[in-house]
């Protein structure tokens, strides 16, 4: 009846995508996150299609982002996310120890092994029925090997969940839940936020490691930074000023290398930290006596680490706004004193140029004088001439004293006006004919 966009289907359906599945006590899931990268998911989706042969079930789409489908006695969920994905293992109905025989044993056995690329995130998860525990305080750390307890009373007072957060022998994360009245769905979504909660817990912290090997880096360029800041204070020549601005340089170019390894790495701590708060909330943890609460001891524990990286980043920041602003300053001198130098050099031209025309001046009126004393001198000659050949009654020496003065004016003229046709031309005016 209308025509849509062509993403609305796509967008639409978004909403609905990686829905949690329903879970009834009691039932064990195991949980995997795979790191994959944004462009390494091919061998993943291989791998899974590897298992749907072997349970002949139909394989998911290539563009497919979940996956869910029966496994026998077992169902798996697979998830596509940006870099990594997630296969997890639901297996319902009783049984003996939560942790023996879990969900991932009904996978053929060389499944694990020949998982690609690096596992981040793999948990068991076991739910009992019965509100609290049957257990004595005993049995359960026997469960999780004697490795201290955490424990909450959660989703409203109708779960209890138990955790060591400890990797045990089989590289395994334990939670072991037990529930009272609990809707299937209520309970699908409540194992869904803490397997969440891991696996965004170790994604997060793959920024830590970045920040503690970048985090002698930083130091290294603020205390280079601090001695190039306290010479700025002193007078340089302008060559040790070329060479400040070079070691700044290299400082700007040290802090831009560690801002592009850590910024892609902190970016996605910070929305992963933001993923596990929101899901922690939606927990509703509730004290349990005896034992410290999970989620906060996760917190106490996960918080500075997500701080630390914070910081850094903070740091790398601020860092760089300092080389940029110092890098202003040392600039702003080394123009300054340039254009020093280039007025001094402009004031030596100018007394160079005043001498030049002094020394012309001079010059011009030697070339009067002496071009003046050859003329009349020729004049003299002329007039000796004609007294002896009889052409002239006059005395030379009063034909040379008459034409002195027009002489010495007309050559005093025709220099002067040399002249300014030659200043109009290095001008570049138009000169008007001599």
């Known amino acids: 009846m209308f025509k849509e966009h062509p993403l609305r289907r796509a967008l639409a359906e978004e909403i609905h995508a990686r829905p949690p599945a329903n879970l009834a006590a009691p039932v064990q899931v195991s949980h995997i996150a795979l790191i994959s990268g944004e462009d390494g998911m091919a061998?993943?989706?291989?791998?899974?299609?590897?298992?749907?042969k072997h349970f002949r079930v139909a394989p998911p789409s290539a563009d497919a982002t979940h996956f869910s489908a029966d496994l026998g006695e077992i169902r798996l969920t697979w998830e596509r996310h940006t870099e990594f994905s997630t296969f997890t293992i639901i297996r319902p109905g009783a049984f003996a120890q939560p942790f023996k025989g879990t969900a991932v044993d009904?996978?053929?056995?060389?499944?694990?092994?020949?998982?690609?690329?690096?596992?981040?995130?793999?948990?068991?998860?076991?739910?009992?029925?019965g509100q609290g525990s049957h257990r004595t305080p005993s049995d359960l750390a026997g469960?999780?090997?004697?490795?201290?307890?955490?424990?909450?009373?959660?989703?409203g007072g109708s779960a209890w969940l138990w955790t060591d957060f400890q990797l045990h022998s089989d590289?395994?994360?334990?939670?072991?839940?037990?529930?009272?009245?609990?809707?299937?769905?209520?309970?699908?979504?409540?194992?869904?936020?803490?397997?969440?909660?891991e696996t965004y817990r170790m994604m997060a912290m793959l920024a830590f490691p970045l920040a503690k090997e970048s985090r002698?880096?930083?130091?290294?360029?603020?205390?280079?930074?601090?001695?190039?800041?306290?010479?700025?204070?002193?007078?340089?020549?302008?060559?040790?000023?070329?060479?400040?601005?070079d070691d700044l340089s290299a400082l700007a170019a040290e802090t831009?290398?560690?801002?592009?390894?850590?910024?892609?790495?902190?970016?996605?701590?910070?929305?992963?930290?933001?993923?596990?708060?929101?899901?922690?909330?939606?927990?509703?943890?509730?004290?349990?006596?005896?034992?410290?609460?999970?989620?906060?001891?996760?917190?106490?524990?996960?918080?500075?680490?997500?701080?630390?990286?914070?910081?850094?980043?903070?740091?790398?920041?601020?860092?760089?706004?300092?080389?940029?602003?110092?890098?202003s300053l040392l600039r702003t001198r080394v123009d300054v004193a340039l254009e020093a130098q280039n007025r001094d050099l402009l004031e030596s031209m100018n007394r160079r140029a005043r001498l030049q025309l002094r020394l012309q001046e001079t010059v011009e009126g030697l070339s009067v004088?002496?071009?003046?004393?050859?003329?009349?001198?020729?004049?003299?000659?002329?007039?000796?001439?004609?007294?002896?050949?009889?052409?002239?009654?006059?005395?030379?020496?009063?034909v040379v004293l008459v034409a002195f003065v027009p002489v010495v004016a007309s050559i005093w003229y025709g220099v002067k006006r040399m002249r300014r046709v030659i200043s109009k031309s290095a001008d570049g005016k138009p000169t008007p004919d001599l």
């Open 369 to 398: 004088v002496a071009i003046s004393y050859y003329l009349l001198s020729l004049v003299s000659y002329l007039a000796k001439g004609a007294k002896t050949a009889g052409l002239s009654h006059f005395d030379p020496y009063v």
């Open 171 to 197: 590289g395994f994360t334990r939670f072991l839940f037990n529930v009272g009245e609990i809707t299937p769905p209520t309970l699908g979504r409540l194992v869904q936020r803490m397997l969440e909660i």
């Open 256 to 327: 831009e290398a560690v801002n592009v390894a850590t910024a892609y790495r902190f970016a996605a701590a910070r929305a992963y930290h933001e993923l596990i708060k929101r899901r922690m909330a939606a927990m509703r943890e509730e004290r349990m006596e005896g034992v410290p609460q999970s989620m906060d001891f996760l917190d106490r524990r996960f918080a500075p680490a997500m701080e630390s990286c914070e910081n850094l980043s903070t740091r790398v920041e601020s860092l760089s706004g300092r080389i940029s602003r110092a890098t």
């Open 216 to 245: 002698p880096r930083l130091t290294a360029v603020e205390t280079k930074l601090g001695g190039i800041i306290a010479r700025l204070g002193t007078r340089e020549a302008v060559e040790d000023e070329r060479q400040l601005l």
């Open 43 to 52: 061998p993943h989706v291989a791998h899974l299609e590897a298992l749907c």
């Open 106 to 129: 009904g996978l053929p056995k060389d499944w694990l092994t020949n998982l690609p690329g690096q596992v981040i995130a793999a948990c068991h998860v076991a739910v009992e029925t």
């Open 143 to 155: 469960l999780f090997d004697n490795n201290p307890l955490n424990g909450s009373i959660v989703s």
